[in-house]
DNA sequence: TTCAAAAATGCAATCGGTTGCAAAATCGAA
DNA sequence: TTCGATTTTGCAACCGATTGCATTTTTGAA
């Protein structure tokens, strides 16, 4: 009953050296086309399979890459991950994955976590409230790979992997403008985070370039959860005057907000235009259906973790590719029509 | 520049043997207070830390435990993961987490990988086609403690966390009828796997009590995707006469499915009421409200891996908990009410 | 047949902790 | 002060694969 066979047991039925083994498990070019075949034959008669730690040890590497993120169910980041683990998984990476739940001190702990575990790499999305590099700095010192995806630190001087969120943001903006909306909220999140500052840049851009005058009172800033979906709609309707569009940075809290705006006898989009962010499978199935910013989160996980992978093998400089922006597009549907 | 500080280096500062540093970092009980206290300083000081493959491989543990899944990115799945992860985290436990992608075959590679990269524990939910126990054979040989969750082998004899997915058929079908609702439709997914096969048994047994003859052409077999959802609706129009409520096996596929309905100007509730499964966000957003089966998706991989991580490390017999049923509960809103 | 070049294989050290057992140091009672 | 009991510490052998270098075997041209 299964104890484990290891290159010795396989070099004594064999009488051969475990050097030999080794090299021919690893399929290594000085070693006989026959004794490969001989020993690989062994290997599967006796049900041999790699020790990875001794290996490891060994050669100093994991062939395995960590990855940390705000949540893990949320529909952009699992999809982000689930590309990433298709990826890593053909590639014959393991992925180590742990979030952060938006608080700087689980992501530092996590990422002491993933350098003690001696990760290869490293790829980042941070948390809401981190403001701090210095957690990261045992992966520079030691020169461990490390990008950055989605919500990045900008002055991090680190590969990253995001979207053209100010383009995103203008999109949204201009398409309302285009449909003749003039007082635009714009509900976001935490402003410290790129993805959300560069949102809010398109949509000053827009506004700019069509004469609206910026109104700092029309920008929200929250945690974007269902919750404040609906606390948006109700603070909404007790305003003096009635915005006649919103431009949300996030699907979920967007559907929300109509949900209960409709409630609140809204018309949307006749009183109301929406534009979304995500493309989130819920602004399909909405009554209207959500005009929102697909978002490539599928292509993103794996982008990233193929420059990762592309790193560690060798074939390509982190530098040269340090800012990859994927592109996003705005997908019209019912909401964001007048 | 970085290179690794071992206990040997402690060790020869403070003119120590290895063993003592090791066990002083240990916490090992023979070893004085003070030297403890004198290495733990120097360890600190000198920026070291373990190297986990070292160790691994003399102790023949990894500290980290296998999941394997059909997709990361469903509202499900990446809640139970969620859930799983915060637990592993706090234990000091690592995830490598896979997808199968619902095909048996990757799964069947995943296990392997799995199993060679030497996971202390698998954690399980089987694909839709899987139909054997081959490939988890060599965990049950080594003695690798495995643990199926939502969709289980039945016939694997391995603990297994499901909910109760009778029960809650029950409740969903035996809910419609209350409402006066006799031609009840029953979406769900492949019938092979538990979930499935078990709430339509519960489906069954609500119509038996309920003497409404079960009738085979009602019960639909699908993928349960949002475009199932819209092909599903046209094809109730079309139908000769319309049933008139809906028990769909997933909220997405429902909510889809209400939205086409709508579209062809078909009344949600009135005309066909509708409840779905697993009480996804969306659930709540969508009008009119889904009625649905709340699934304890957090609580799931919490508990999984609670089990996992107290048979790990010896205080739990594993077969002494050999299938926990989580509870389920009818969310009652809108859709399901005429 | 001979011998240097090329191909294939083996030796032995190494990666960094862990742990059974032996040895040393300390303690405490007589 | 002495000696057995108790605490601490050290020795050295692992865990299993990898790899630089040396050695052996094979190949093929002279």
Not at 175 to 188: A, D, E, N, S, Y
């Amino acid at each position: 009953m299964g104890k484990e066979i290891t290159i010795y047991d396989i070099a004594g039925q064999l009488q051969i050296s475990p050097a030999t083994v080794s090299r021919a498990l690893n399929d290594h070019p000085a070693i006989n086309v026959k004794t490969k075949a001989l020993i690989n034959a062994k290997a599967e008669e006796l049900g041999y399979r790699s020790n990875k730690f001794a290996s490891n040890l060994r050669k100093q590497k994991t062939n395995t890459i960590g990855v940390i993120v705000p949540r893990l169910n949320s529909y952009i980041m699992s999809t982000v991950l689930a590309g990433m683990e298709k990826i890593a998984n053909e590639e014959g990476f393991n992925l180590i994955i742990s979030q952060s739940l938006e608080s700087q001190k689980k992501e530092i702990a996590n990422t002491k976590t993933m350098f003690s575990s001696r990760v290869d790499g490293l790829l980042v999305s941070v948390a809401f409230d981190t403001d701090s590099f210095e957690h990261f700095q045992p992966f520079i010192k030691r020169k461990i790979p490390l990008i950055f995806f989605d919500r990045i630190l900008e002055n991090s001087n680190c590969p990253a992997i995001v979207i053209d969120n100010i383009k995103a943001g203008y999109d949204a903006t201009s398409h309302l403008i285009k449909q003749g909306r003039h007082t635009i909220l714009h509900i976001t999140g935490n402003l410290k985070r790129n993805v959300y500052a560069d949102r809010l840049k398109g949509y000053q851009q827009a506004l700019t370039e069509y004469n609206i005058p910026y109104n700092q009172d029309f920008v929200w800033e929250t945690d974007l959860s269902l919750e404040t979906g609906k606390e948006v709609a109700q603070r909404i309707v007790s305003l003096k005057t009635l915005p006649d569009a919103l431009f949300i940075a996030s699907d979920l809290c967007a559907v929300s907000c109509i949900t209960t705006l409709k409630e609140l006898n809204i018309n949307i989009p006749k009183d109301i235009s929406v534009v979304g962010f995500n493309n989130d499978p819920v602004s399909q199935v909405i009554a209207p259906k959500l005009t929102t910013i697909h978002y490539p989160a599928k292509e993103m996980g794996e982008i990233a973790i193929k420059s990762m992978i592309n790193h560690l093998k060798g074939n390509l400089d982190l530098d040269a590719a340090s800012a990859i922006t994927l592109h996003s597009e705005l997908m019209i549907r019912e909401s964001g029509i007048s």
